[in-house]
């Protein structure tokens, strides 16, 4: 993890970090992340990015905690 994704996550509140971590649901079916809409704009408003950009982020930060990667 580097500094600005490192700074990124620590900039999530405790639900949005256990929601990038989250892979399945509870019946097993995968879990589809899709962060809320005041997070993107919170996101793009303090790091000066677009809401894509924002989006992208969060996405590349979520493949971080992918299981292949934790190995």
Do not use: V
Not at 1 to 28: D, F, H, I, P, V
Not at 46 to 66: C, G, K, M, V
Request: include cysteine; charged fraction near 40%; aromatic fraction near 8%.
């Amino acid at each position: 993890m580097n500094e600005k994704q490192a700074k990124l996550y620590r900039s999530l509140c405790t639900r949005s970090k256990r929601a990038l971590k989250r892979k399945k649901k509870r019946n097993g079916k995968p879990y589809l992340y899709r962060p809320r809409g005041d997070l993107l704009s919170r996101l793009a408003e303090e790091n000066d990015w677009t809401i894509e950009q924002a989006y992208t982020e969060l996405l590349e930060l979520r493949a971080l905690f992918s299981p292949a990667r934790l190995r």
